[in-house]
Each structure stands twice: as C-alpha cells, then as structure tokens.
Antibody, heavy 118, light 110 residues
Framework: QVLLVESGGGLVKPGGSLRLSCAAS????????ITWIRQAPGRGLEWVSY????????NYADSVKGRFTISRDTAKRSVYLQMNSLRVEDTAVYYC???????????WGKGTTVTVSS | QSVLTQSPSVSGTPGQRVTISCSSS????????LNWYQQVPGTAPKLLIY???QRPSGVPDRFSGSKSGTSASLAISGLQSEDEADYYC???????????FGTGTKVTVL
C-alpha cells in the first residue's frame, strides 16, 4: 500500500538547521508531486512546499521562502526538506503527502516533530 | 494571501446531520475545486472529499460535499462517534502557486 514515512525531526535552537526526510513506497514515486504541510501545536494545517515529479518545479509558502529548500532523490524514493535559519514559529509537526494536484493530497505520513527552542 | 474561513465548531448527537461551511476571501479560489480533510486528534489528516463532491474509496457516503461560487460545505449525515475530529477545507490558489487550508472546524459528537 501507499506509505510515506517522515524522519529527521528534533529539537534545535533558533537559527539552527534540520533536514527532514520523507521516504515513499507502494507507488510509482516518479509520477507524483510531493508536498510538505505543517501543523503548529494547537493550530491548523499550513502548506509549506511542494516539488514536482522531476524536481523541475517547486514552491514555498512565504513564511519559509528563502530559508527552506525542497529536493527529491528518485533512486532513494525520498523527498527532503532542508530547513535553515529556523525560528521558534517553525515549531510544528511536519507531514509529507502524495500530491495529485489541485489541493488533493491523498496519502499522508504520520509526521515528524520539529521543536525550535533555546 | 487568500483565506478560507470555516465555522470554528459544530456539534450534534448521534444520527443527526451537521454541516460545516468554508468560504473564501479571494475570488481566485472561486474557480478552483475544494477538498476536505478529516483529522482525528493525534493522527495525520486524511482526504475526505476531493473536487468539491467526490469521495475517495473507503469514505462512507454519509459524508458529502458541495460548492457554490466562493463557498463550500461539508455535510455529515447520520453522525457517529468516530466522526469526532477536526475538518479542514483546502484549495489550490493560483496567485499563491500553492495550497490554502481553511481555519478548521471541530466536530463534537454529544
């Protein structure tokens, strides 16, 4: 079955960096966009970034633009989110999801927790 | 940035029908399809409705969606205890070149 597994979360100080991974299985990885979404404690869902099938296209929410970089490795069937210059407000559970386009995210991972605190 | 506004909370007794609304502050959402996600506390969101009114395989037919202009709604008929969750609408925003999520609605089964 379709499976997405996030990893790489943890505790980091403001200004620090983390790299999240999203390992995909159970589907043809090269045929799907992958999207990252986050959820701050007690808050709603926030779109973070997406990458196209061949990494040709990517975009970011204004809140992370210039600090986060999304990439994908076809051989490893993985998508990465490099997060630099982290801020306290980046504290959240980060989910990756399979993206069918037009806001249709039909499979989600269980999430990985990022805590930015001094 | 576009905002999708939802009623903060709705409640009902088992068997009742409840409706969740989602309205857009931007006309660029009006031409896009709306999707709905269900998030049971402590778990990842799950796709509930896509393209305004389509149910993925496995979603019970007591969940239904509709859209008119820049507003949409999700209806749950025959409310069950396992429907207690947070519900989010979402859409693609052409100007943002990204996704917009609604503010979320908490459904409580009394």
């Amino acid at each position: 079955q379709v499976l997405l597994v996030e990893s790489g979360g943890g505790l980091v100080k403001p200004g620090g960096s983390l790299r999240l991974s999203c390992a995909a299985s159970g589907f043809t990885f090269t045929q799907y966009y992958i999207t990252w979404i986050r959820q701050a404690p007690g808050r709603g869902l926030e779109w973070v970034s997406y990458t196209s099938t061949s990494s040709t296209f990517a975009n970011y929410a204004d809140s992370v633009k210039g600090r986060f970089t999304i990439s994908r490795d076809t051989a490893k069937r993985s998508v990465y989110l490099q997060m630099n210059s982290l801020r306290v407000e980046d504290t959240a559970v980060y989910y990756c999801a399979r993206d069918l386009g037009l806001g249709v995210l039909d499979a989600w991972g269980k999430g990985t927790t990022v805590t930015v605190s001094s | 940035q576009s905002v999708l506004t939802q009623s903060p909370s709705v409640s009902g007794t088992p068997g009742q029908r409840v409706t969740i609304s989602c309205s857009s502050s931007s006309s660029n959402i009006g031409s896009e399809t709306l999707n709905w996600y269900q998030q049971v506390p402590g778990t990842a969101p799950k796709l509930l409705i896509y393209s305004n009114n389509q149910r993925p395989s496995g979603v019970p037919d007591r969940f239904s969606g509709s859209k008119s202009g820049t507003s949409a709604s999700l209806a749950i008929s025959g409310l069950q205890s396992e429907d207690e969750a947070d519900y989010y609408c979402a859409a693609w925003d052409d100007r943002l070149n990204g996704y917009v999520f609604g503010t979320g609605t908490k459904v409580t089964v009394l």
